[in-house]
Nanobody, 125 residues
Framework: QVQLVESGGGLVQAGGSLRLPCAAS????????MGWFRQAAGKEREFVSA????????YYAGSVKGRFPCSRDNAKNTAYLQMNSLQPEDTAVYYC??????????????????WGQGTQVTVSS
């Protein structure tokens, strides 16, 4: 079982940056691919980024590619989403998620059985 806790959300002006850590607990964090998703008010939850269990393979939604690099530090049981050049349309609740250990990295919500509680990111214009 993996438990996830996000932090780092807040209010930022357009063009600013935030970094979201996701602290994980559980026996196998370093074998679980990790993902980031977001859900804006009134919209479906959507994929943002994903990183393989070893951290070498990373995947991004087109809307954030080049702006939101993701990473992980398995020694610290923590994944990160660095958000740069934030825009008002990035306003959403951001969730980190984990897949089952040893699975292939996926963009699909349904492949992630473990979720954090979410953290609000608000970008003002």
């Amino acid at each position: 079982q993996v438990q996830l806790v996000e932090s780092g959300g807040g209010l930022v002006q357009a063009g600013g940056s935030l970094r979201l850590p996701c602290a994980a607990s559980g026996p196998s964090f370093n074998t679980n691919p990790m993902g980031w998703f977001r859900q804006a008010a009134g919209k479906e939850r959507e994929f943002v980024s994903a990183v393989s269990w070893g951290g070498n393979d990373r995947y991004y939604a087109g809307s954030v590619k080049g702006r939101f690099p993701c990473s992980r530090d398995n020694a610290k049981n923590t994944a990160y989403l660095q958000m740069n050049s934030l825009q008002p349309e990035d306003t959403a609740v951001y969730y980190c998620a984990a897949q089952r250990r040893g699975t292939a990295t996926s963009r699909n919500i349904s492949d992630n059985p473990y979720w954090g509680q979410g953290t609000q990111v608000t970008v003002s214009s």
